[in-house]
T-cell receptor, first 114, second 116 residues
């Protein structure tokens, strides 16, 4: 993707509720993929989920799922049943056109309220 | 637990010091990366190694010197740094160069660097 955009700098969600984090991308490629990472305050960047453009079903990993809409060029992350430990920065990322590096969005800080 | 190990976790160094950050992975990955991340910003790519050869240098100042001794190890040598170089340095690896084929990049826990 040439550009990744995350429009929500910060979000609050009540514990046990679901939350959607937005990500839009801009690419001229026919084949591409989007990644989501979680970064707690400790600093580690944790891989959450990936979906390729040719995948027919939306990707799911435990409480994480991707709502991938190619026509809208969006790849939103849905977290179900939020937990306090979900409080972190979340980054959407995709490969550049050359396919040799990741382009990151600006990130969304998610805060889960007890 | 991450399979990319970075040491040290925290480093404080003076502007005249020479230090190194170390990174190790045992996943058999052939691409390794150094990223720099400032507070409240996304990571910025510094260097990419592919099959132990430097593939990408994102115009990084020469005071940062990467080294890839073998396919499992990646070092970042630091010399004559400036206070503005203080940041979180993330090492990462992937099976091949990330791209259109879903080669996931796996990151380490990062090294917090403070230059005084």
């Amino acid at each position: 993707a040439q550009k990744i955009t995350q429009t929500q700098p910060g979000m609050f969600v009540q514990e046990k509720e679901a939350v959607t984090l937005d990500c839009t991308y801009d690419t001229s490629d026919q084949s591409y993929g989007l990644f989501w990472y979680k970064q707690p305050s400790s600093g580690e960047m944790i891989f959450l989920i990936y979906q390729g453009s040719y995948d027919e079903q939306n990707a799911t990993e435990g409480r994480y799922s991707l709502n991938f809409q190619k026509a809208r060029k969006s790849a939103n992350l849905v977290i179900s049943a939020s937990q306090l430990g979900d409080s972190a920065m979340y980054f959407c990322a995709g490969p550049n056109n050359a396919g040799n590096m990741l382009t990151f969005g600006g990130g969304t800080r998610l805060m889960v309220k007890p | 637990d991450t399979e990319v190990t970075q040491t040290p976790k925290h480093l404080v160094m003076g502007m005249t010091n020479k230090k190194s950050l170390k990174c190790e992975q045992h996943m058999g990955h052939r691409a390794m990366y150094w990223y720099k991340q400032k507070a409240k910003k996304p990571p910025e790519l510094m260097f990419v190694y592919s099959y132990e050869k430097l593939s990408i240098n994102e115009s990084v100042p020469s005071r940062f010197s990467p080294e890839c001794p073998n396919s499992s190890l990646l070092n970042l040598h630091l010399h004559a740094l400036q206070p503005e170089d203080s940041a979180l340095y993330l090492c990462a690896s992937s099976r091949g160069l990330t791209g259109k084929y879903g080669n996931t990049i796996y990151f380490g826990e990062g090294s917090w660097l403070t230059v005084v």
